[in-house]
């Protein structure tokens, strides 16, 4: 299983960033995925999350901000977010998580950097 995450970076308050990850090694379909992250100093914690179904779960912090979607046939988790905020500085994680369809534990990617300026 192989999870690579891309689209970080450092921007000003209030502008975007589209985050991508690229599964393989098991079938995307059926899995669960979901987007996490960790600040320094803080635990690591669930951001969205979206199920083989497409239906989405947010974090109340990002709700109404940050998207997230999934293209199967590209293998593909996607984190649109907007309006970001200095409070979203972190590493953000791609995770697939296990369910009774597919994985049996959950795999994280390797992380990528956000960085958001006042």
């Known amino acids: 299983v192989q999870l690579q995450a891309s689209g970080g970076g450092s921007v000003q308050a209030g502008e975007s960033l589209r985050l991508s990850c690229v599964a393989s090694g098991f079938i995307f379909s059926v899995t669960d995925m979901a987007w996490y992250r960790q600040a320094p100093g803080k635990q690591r914690e669930l951001v969205a999350r979206?199920?083989?179904?497409?239906?989405?779960n947010y974090a109340d912090s990002v709700k109404g901000r940050f998207f997230i979607s999934r293209e199967n046939a590209r293998n593909t988790v996607y984190l649109q977010m907007n309006s970001l905020k200095p409070e979203d500085t972190a590493v953000y994680f791609c995770?697939?998580?296990?369910?009774?369809?597919?994985?049996?534990?959950?795999?994280w990617g390797q992380g990528t950097q956000v960085t958001v300026s006042s």
């Open positions: 995770n697939a998580q296990p369910n009774p369809s597919g994985l049996s534990r959950n795999y």
């Open positions: 979206i199920n083989n179904n497409a239906n989405t």
